[in-house]
């Protein structure tokens, strides 16, 4: 393994820095640090933890110019794909943890118990993991690697985040700004290196694992905590399906697919990388997508819609998918051709889905449309897909709309709206299929940086319970008629009429309060229908 890694720019290759490798001995301490750190982090209230968080929120803000610079020049992104991309969606989350955050963690003890358990309180509530650690990619290497830092955070954990070598310099930003809100020491801490430097990592045995990324990648992953056991929380690829019916806006639905394929030149897990257009208005709608594709600009002028590709070796893919489509029949709106960094997109149309780029993962700024005439077709060819992860539907009848949505295999779906939906902070985002699994944004996210804790507490003054040794033929007959009451068959009066000896065994456990236990009874069996 070598001993540096050097960042270089995504726009002009020029070197941004050298950075040292993290060695094994330096994880392992890290691992030890954060373990210490972690302890009095969780103990911080969650107001004073948002207090961090809502800090980390102005100093975004204030140093924005500065930031998105930095990251145009790692990723090869344009100032506004950086500001709505990167950003943004930061800030929103910020913003709902600041708002709900403390209630989504609260404990709860309003938790209803049955009536075998007299005289008990159950509550439930959440701890954090411990320490965290969170392997980012480089297509959007600040949000995918903040929003997930400040969710732990927020959670109580502390965390150790390897951004991938692509993105080094972007880790480098993340340490000064946890510096600048003076967020306590050692609870953030960067990793350095290739897959190598993950997996020690992972072997050093962090409590959690959040992961984004391909599925090769979170196969690795999944295999490497499992040896362990770390639960992990996989982010993965996607193929998502735009499906487009003739009573759409169509102006509309057409800027949003060029929108959804090439934002960030295709380099987005939930670009539209399958469009199926009703075939009554297939022909015209594939002109203007023709159309509205020539218009965009590439570049970093003052105008550009899309930036320099940020991994060189994923236009290998993006290019193998172009040629395999063409020489099975399909027709393309250009030429594939890659000027330095930058990519000029192009529309693919009269696909199959025996095309390279029907069924897998492009990641790149190619958009392949199919036609389809009838829903039942329609929802076939759109679950036909190893991939899970979002989907939208079009049309002015939102009834049919949704009621397509719902039936389609993803995690999420959006109806008249492209990708933008994965940006609500209060909506969980994740995957199905090989796109992953667990959540984050929203309360499901939250918690799932936290685990449970169930306590019962008893307020008997008894000696035993009926449950407790010894254990004999008339005990397991007045459990038998125990469970007969509650139950069984037949009204209520019924069913304690033929099990009274075994109520009157349990009811003396009720300490004194049987009236209480009585009325809890009447309650749990309907008495009310009954009598």
């Known amino acids: 393994m070598a001993d540096t890694l050097t960042a270089i720019s995504a726009i002009d ?23 210490i750190a972690v302890n009095s982090w969780a103990t911080v209230s969650i107001t004073e933890r948002l207090s961090f968080i809502s800090a980390l929120q102005t100093v975004l803000l204030e140093q924005v110019d500065s930031i998105t610079e930095t990251v145009i020049s790692v990723t090869g992104k344009v100032k506004t794909e950086v500001l709505l991309g990167e950003i943004y969606p930061i800030l929103e989350l910020i913003s709902y943890y600041k ?14 118990s049955p009536f075998s358990f007299p005289n008990t309180q159950a509550r439930i509530e959440r701890k954090p993991y411990g320490v965290v650690a969170i392997i980012s990619p480089w297509n959007f290497p600040l949000q995918l690697t903040l929003n997930p830092l400040i969710t732990a955070l927020v959670a109580g954990n502390a965390v150790i985040f390897k951004t991938s070598e692509l993105s080094v310099p972007i880790g480098e930003l993340i340490l000064q700004l946890c510096e600048q809100i003076d967020l306590p020491h050692n609870v953030v801490q960067q990793v350095i290196g290739a897959g190598t430097s993950g997996e020690t990592l992972l072997d050093n045995r962090p409590d959690l694992v959040f992961m984004t990324g391909g599925v090769a990648a979170g196969r690795a992953i999944m295999a490497r905590a499992a040896q362990h056991p770390i639960p992990v ?12 019916f003739a009573d759409a806006n169509l102006k509309r639905a057409c800027q949003a697919a060029v ?26 709608f594939v002109q203007a997508l023709c ?10 002028g003052k105008e550009a819609d899309l930036g320099a590709l940020t991994s060189l070796a994923q236009f290998e893919i993006v290019q193998a998918h172009y040629q395999d489509a063409l ?28 095309m390279c780029v029907m069924q897998d993962e492009t990641f790149g700024a190619l958009l392949p449309v199919m ?76 918690r799932q940086f936290s685990y449970t804790v169930s306590g019962l507490t008893s307020r008997s003054m008894l000696d035993d319970e009926p449950n407790w040794f010894p254990y004999s033929d ?12 509650l139950f069984g068959k037949g009204y209520l009066w019924q069913r304690i009429k033929r099990n009274w000896p075994a109520l009157k065994m349990f009811l003396k456990y009720a300490s004194g309060n049987m009236r209480q236990h009585w009325h809890n009874l009447f309650i749990y069996l309907g008495i009310g229908r009954d009598f």
């Open 13 to 35: 290759e020029h070197v941004i820095n050298t950075y040292p490798v993290t060695t094994e001995a330096e994880i392992i301490q890290q691992l030890k640090q954060a373990r």
């Open 327 to 354: 020489a099975k029949g399909a027709k393309a709106s250009g030429l594939l051709q890659l000027q330095g960094r930058y990519l000029r997109p192009v529309v693919l149309w009269d696909v199959t889905h025996d």
């Open 99 to 112: 708002k709900n955050a403390a209630k989504i963690l609260a404990p709860r003890s309003e938790i209803t």
């Open 474 to 485: 008339l005990r397991y007959q007045h459990i038998r008629g125990f469970m007969d009451c």
């Open 291 to 300: 159309l509205a594709t020539q218009k965009l600009t590439i570049g970093h």
């Open 371 to 446: 036609a389809f005439s009838t829903e039942e077709q329609l929802i076939t060819l759109a679950n036909d897909s190893q991939y899970g992860l979002n989907a939208s539907v079009w049309s002015l009848d939102i009834a049919k709309a949704q009621r397509i949505a719902r039936q389609l295999k993803v995690g999420n779906w959006a109806v008249n709206d492209v990708i933008k939906n994965i940006g609500h902070p209060g909506l969980p985002f994740g995957g199905v299929k090989n796109s992953g699994f667990g959540r984050y944004h929203g309360a499901e996210g939250l």
């Open 259 to 284: 929108y959804g394929a090439f934002s960030n030149s295709g380099q987005v897990c939930v670009s539209v990388e399958r469009l199926y257009v009703q075939d009554s208005c297939y022909d015209a």
């Open 233 to 244: 929380i996989l982010e993965l690829g996607g193929k998502d399906a735009m499906l487009v």
